[in-house]
């Protein structure tokens, strides 16, 4: 279960990772005083959970949870001094609420929710090589193979093809889970391209530029996916 905490108070991010520490499947990837790296950090790796704390000078953390749970199907336990924010945490499908300082019966409680809920949404995940996509109040079967890349704007995602442009009216967090990790990479929060479809790869500064079979548009990789696209890529 690889995790990330979120906390602008040092102490608390130590104890926090002495307590994780004495369970044997947790493996804390990275720990953040600052919302704004962590939201990039964690839009570029595969993290299950993250340890949020509320109060937070800059973003509030309600607020950075909607975000990024807006965008990637990600676990949330909320770590903070307040019991005020409770009914909000859980109304973000929050996995559960420690008050601190935290308890390591109830942290162990918290991590065996994540692990039942993880359970639970395993057999909803059924394998096919298509995607299905409402257009014109039809449901049309996009194989997966044929996606060229997808963009994510504020409403929708926009998915391209060999030959057209599709929409798809969920977050790109959803789509990346359907998708085959072996041949689609989220190389940017917006992005996620298809490695088959490369047509060229163009070097900038300190990251790279790509550009799929067909289209024109330069998709950036970003800075914190660099080494994991030139590791696939074998750069």
Known sequence: MNVVIVDDEHLAIEELVFQLSLFDDIQI????????????????????????????????????????????????????AYTEYAVFSYELDAVDYLLKPIN?????????KVNLTVLRQKPQKVMKDFLLIYENDVLKPIKYDDISY???????????????????????????????????????????????HIALIEPVERTYLVKMVGYNELIPISRSNVHTFKKIMSI
Not at 45 to 60: H, K, R
Not at 156 to 183: A, C, P, R
């Open 150 to 196: 997808c963009r994510a704007d504020d409403k929708h995602v926009e998915i391209f093809t060999k030959n057209q442009k599709y929409y798809y009216d969920n977050n790109i967090g959803k789509l990346e889970e359907m998708l085959d990790e072996s041949h689609f990479f989220r190389c940017h929060r917006s992005f996620i391209i298809n490695l088959k």
């Open 104 to 112: 390591n019966a109830r942290l162990a409680k918290a991590l065996e």
């Open 29 to 80: 990837s990275s720990t953040f005083m600052d919302s704004e790296k962590a939201y990039d950090y964690i839009m570029g790796n595969e993290i299950d959970v993250v340890f949020l704390d509320i109060q937070m000078p800059g973003t509030n953390g309600l607020k950075f949870a909607k975000k990024i749970l807006s965008e990637k199907n990600i676990h949330i336990i909320f770590v903070t």
